[in-house]
């Protein structure tokens, strides 16, 4: 039986968040520069999403640039620029093909104007695909999100249209630039790395976290479907005992 053939389809996560990590050490391997590596890493973002659409996964959150990606060398940073706008335009009609919609979290103020403009296009040419959400956390940081949401809090405590004793975990995720989807049950680091990164901090409070030693663009399918297959083998207590739970 192929592992893929082994997953409990009762059991997919809906929501899967992943660190694609490990570009850069790929291409040094092969003695190429970084954004060869990058390109490649693009490959993997295709084979993974086809992968995490036809597993019945239902948003698939991939952190593609951090906020403190920026300090990068300049070169860098305007080379994966130049290829997420490329990605984009290129990857329109596979996107439409195969009904996913696509969108982006993160501070998209930060972003050289023309990726703001294929953003806003490939966003409005995706809006009413429906099959699964792709994610994109673009000059994204999970504290430059939690900030944004404490001051619009505070503004709307000031103009009284919340009132203090409102304030709880329900009300500060409705403030989250990721309050329109289901908090990841799976996120999966790649390259050995074993940190968040300031991904999604508040969101990953009872995630399942799955490190992989393989590096970004070696990441397979089956790489995919053995995170799943490992994931659905854990016992989420949430706090309660195990007897609990069996009961
Ligand atoms: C992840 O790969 C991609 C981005 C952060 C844009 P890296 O570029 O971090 O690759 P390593 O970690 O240096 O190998
Ligand atoms: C995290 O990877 C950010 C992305 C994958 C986009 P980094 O490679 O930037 O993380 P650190 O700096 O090694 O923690
Ligand atoms: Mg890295």
Not at 140 to 159: C, E, G, R, T
Not at 203 to 222: H, R, V
Request: proline residues 3%.
């Amino acid at each position: 039986m192929s592992l893929k053939e082994k997953l409990d389809p009762g059991k997919i996560p809906q929501h899967v968040a992943i660190i694609m990590d490990g570009n850069g050490r790929w291409a040094k391997g092969k003695g190429k520069f970084r954004i060869f590596g990058h390109q490649n890493g693009v490959s993997t973002v295709k084979t993974i999403t086809e992968a995490a659409a036809e597993m019945g996964i239902k948003y698939l959150t991939l952190y593609a640039f951090s906020t403190e990606n920026w300090s990068r060398p300049a070169l860098e940073v305007r080379a994966l620029m130049e290829l997420l706008v490329d990605t984009m335009r290129k990857e329109l009609p596979t996107l439409m093909k195969n009904k996913i919609r696509l969108s982006f979290i993160g501070n998209m103020n930060d972003l050289p104007e023309k990726c703001q403009k294929q953003i806003k296009v490939t966003m409005e040419e995706t809006k009413d695909n429906n099959r699964m959400d792709l994610v994109l956390a673009l000059s994204y940081s999970a504290k430059w999100d939690l900030v944004q949401a404490v001051k619009n809090i505070s503004q709307d405590v000031h103009v009284g249209k919340i009132n203090q004793d409102q304030i709880n975990d329900k009300l500060i995720d409705s403030y989250l630039s990721t309050n329109w989807m289901p908090h990841p049950e799976l996120l999966i680091r790649t390259s050995g790395e074993k940190r968040i990164s300031n991904f999604l901090l508040w969101e990953i409070a009872y995630s399942e976290l799955y490190f992989t030693e393989k590096l970004w663009p070696d990441f397979t399918k089956e790489d995919l479907y053995h995170a799943v297959y490992d994931f659905q083998n854990r016992e989420r207590r949430f706090g309660k005992t195990s007897e609990q739970l069996s009961s």
